[in-house]
């Protein structure tokens, strides 16, 4: 059962646009959402997170925006650059339940274009 | 922050053969994470390992393929048994940190390829 669904699966951005990914989850316990980014041959690396008491959170060019009700959560990269071309993992956690299992979503690969 | 060597980098190995991938931290920490990423999917946690203690295997990694050991707080091995051209994947060593330890730190990985 997949628990962290997430879309598109590539994306294609012109220089200077947005890239926006999308993801949606299904266990409520979830209450840390954080996002990784991985460039080829390396592991992943966090980029950013949110917790579920807040419905954005910026950092740079990079904002999560948070929907509990919809149970959903989005990465916006404002404008995307050539550098940002990786693939990028949402994911999901339960911190109070114990443990630290993150689900990962599917990932996506972003090709920023010049 | 944690600094993860992982060992080899990448291999292509026969059927039936086994490989053991290492991973060395540079600080000490409780608890190491295996992970499988097969091409173009997901990051599949396959065991959680303690120091002194047995690794705890997720729901479809069993023990005899994927044996785990951590002798120390900062290294762990884990070995791909028997393997397969299914086994192909990208295996990652990983350690907690940040405050409450909700943050992931990642080595590079290891690019397994089974003939």
């Known amino acids: 059962q997949q628990q962290v669904k997430q879309s598109p699966q590539s994306l294609i951005v012109q220089k200077g646009g947005i890239s926006i990914i999308n993801c949606a989850y299904e266990n409520t316990a979830f209450d840390y959402f954080p996002w990784y980014q991985q460039f080829p041959g390396k592991g992943p690396a966090l980029l950013i997170a949110i917790r579920p008491d807040v419905s954005e959170k910026k950092e740079g060019r990079f904002t999560i925006s948070f929907n509990k009700s919809a149970k959903q959560f989005s990465l916006h990269i404002m404008d995307s650059q050539p550098g940002d071309s990786a693939t990028y993992f949402c994911?999901?956690?339960?911190?109070?339940?114990?443990?630290?299992?993150?689900?990962f979503g599917t990932g996506t690969q972003l090709k920023v274009e010049l | 922050s944690a600094v993860i060597s992982q060992k080899p980098s990448r291999d292509i190995c026969q059927r039936g053969t086994s490989l053991t991938i290492q991973c060395q931290v540079d600080?000490?920490?409780?608890?190491m994470f295996w992970y499988r990423q097969q091409p173009g999917q997901s990051l599949t946690l396959i065991a959680t390992a303690n120091q002194g203690s047995e690794a705890t295997y997720e729901s479809g990694f069993v023990i005899d393929k994927f044996p785990i050991s951590r002798p120390n707080l900062t290294f762990s091995t884990l070995t791909v048994s028997n393997m397969s051209p299914e086994d192909s994947s990208i295996y990652l060593c990983s350690v907690e940190g940040g405050y409450g330890g909700e943050k992931l730190f990642f080595g590079s990985g290891t690019q397994l390829s089974v003939l």
């Open positions: 994911a999901a956690q339960g911190l109070t339940g114990g443990g630290n299992k993150l689900t």
């Open positions: 600080s000490q920490v409780t608890m």
